[in-house]
């Protein structure tokens, strides 16, 4: 089951939408288009949609959206399974004539009476085979009215192996193994076969996926076998748990991609921390996608369950927002800001993003905290005012409001060393001048340190509201 080394490595990944995009199909995906990437190969995108009941035209969006978000765009597709149909029958037709696939007349309560039966005998629960053609084997007449499914003629003796690019070697004997049914009474195919005739289609090298599929790989090689159709490398990612050491759930908090991004995520992070969820390069934490796809190896993904930890999460979060210019950090914040209804334009926004993103771990903090400079400006607390602005307060805040007036450079240093020559002049510590000066021009008791904040609110602004006092 080897690619060969002259052909071009081709993986997939093939999402359901029937909801957002979880935290685990994105690892996958993440992992499939890295080792494309890596190889300079190509990077297929398909939606899974035959499950029409739950499928929905918002969670395809949503797929789309996150895949976006993360910067993980196909080299084809995306290409959809229900458009596919026609291409799915005409291979089913000529299985059927091949003698690969059969029709089965056999009803659901029929089959399921066949492994009730198994069961009681200690056998494994599987159909009987009443239908399947064999040399010298007389068929029932098909029953009046009653519409077959057609089910894949597995083999029945040896075993169906592969060596799992991530497991290791795998098998299954073909005895355990089903007649899987491919197409139901209606003729739609079912969701193994689908895949295996994409796979072969769209010239699949290598599957890279959650080892929840490992039971359906014998089934889909096989059939593949049967279409004389070349094998891709299967590797199977392992689960990965919540901080709790249980399956990732909605109650460990968000598991849709997207909700990362509406809680203040940067994209290139959340890469970074999902590629280490699961495989590593020597104890390297931090690094670029560059580096992720120079370096992204299957030898390297672990065989054992990864813990999600959001603690660590923020750390890589806080690392990227730390290492970002000023200049990005504001364009990626102001939404954020005019979706609270403030104004991102009201000062220099990248002066407060170089104020306030050494200490945040997310933009909704950054946010949080440029709200301070671009949300409406409430006064100080009644509450407050009588606490910290006295008599004493006062005569600080207009000596401090005269002088600052006649400085001829508007900048934190500058105010600084006036704040600084005031308290020795009137012989007190900084909070006594501080905390009336803060609430004078902030309305707020804590603030980010006081000359940077007065220097980005402006001149005019923080005389404005010395002066209401």
């Known amino acids: 089951m080897t690619t060969s080394a002259t052909s071009v490595v081709r993986t997939r990944f093939a999402p359901s939408p029937t909801g957002y995009l979880h935290l685990g199909g994105a690892r996958t995906a993440l992992f499939s288009w890295a080792f494309a990437r890596h190889h300079k190969g190509v990077f297929v995108l398909r939606i899974e949609d035959t499950d029409l009941e739950r499928s929905t035209p918002e969670a395809v969006q949503a797929i789309l959206d996150s895949m976006e978000w993360l910067g993980m765009q196909p080299d084809e597709g995306p290409f959809y399974q229900m458009q596919r149909m026609d291409r799915y029958r005409e291979v089913i037709a000529k299985m059927l004539d091949d003698g690969t696939a059969y029709h089965c007349y056999s009803s659901p309560e029929e089959v399921e009476a066949m492994r009730e039966k198994a069961r009681a005998a200690g056998l494994k629960p599987r159909y009987d085979g009443t239908w399947r053609p064999e040399a010298g084997k007389t068929l029932p007449a098909p029953p009046a009215g009653r519409k077959p499914v057609v089910r894949f ?46 796979d072969w289609d769209m010239k699949i090298t290598h599957v890279l996926r959650g080892d929840d599929h490992v039971n359906n790989t014998p089934r889909q090689i096989n059939i593949l076998r049967a279409l004389g159709a070349a094998l891709p490398e299967y590797g199977h990612v392992p689960m990965i748990l919540g901080p709790d050491g249980e399956k990732l759930s909605k109650r460990h908090g968000a598991v849709n991609v997207m909700e990362y991004d509406k809680e203040g995520y940067l994209p290139e992070a959340m890469i970074n921390y999902l590629a280490r969820l699961g495989w590593s390069h020597g104890n390297d934490e931090l690094f670029t996608r560059e580096q992720l796809v120079e370096w992204f190896d299957t030898r390297n993904l672990t065989k054992s369950a990864a813990q999600w930890d959001p603690k660590k999460l923020n750390w890589v979060n806080a690392h990227y927002i730390k290492h970002c210019s000023d200049a990005e950090l504001a364009e990626r914040v102001a939404p954020r800001i005019r979706e609270r209804q403030g104004d991102p334009g009201a000062v220099d926004l990248g002066a407060v993003m170089g104020l306030l993103k050494d200490r945040a771990e997310t933009l909704n903090q950054l946010t949080d905290g440029a709200m301070l400079f671009c949300g409406p400006y409430t006064p100080v607390s009644p509450e407050l005012a009588a606490e910290h602005l006295d008599d004493a307060a006062k005569t600080l805040l207009a000596d401090f409001a005269g002088k600052a007036a006649a400085l001829s450079d508007w900048s934190t240093e500058a105010l600084d060393a006036l704040i600084k020559a005031l308290l020795a002049e009137h012989g007190v510590k900084m909070p006594k001048l501080g905390i009336p000066l803060r609430l004078a021009v902030t309305g707020q008791k804590q603030t980010p340190a006081i000359g940077a904040v007065l220097s980005i609110l402006g001149r005019e602004r923080v005389l404005e509201r010395l002066a209401a006092l």
């Open 153 to 198: 003629k597995n083999p029945q003796e040896g075993a169906t192996g592969w060596n799992d690019l991530i497991k290791g070697p795998i098998s299954f004997d073909n005895s355990e193994l089903d007649d899987l049914i491919i197409a139901r009474p209606d003729g739609t195919p079912t969701y193994n076969f689908c895949v295996v005739v994409d």
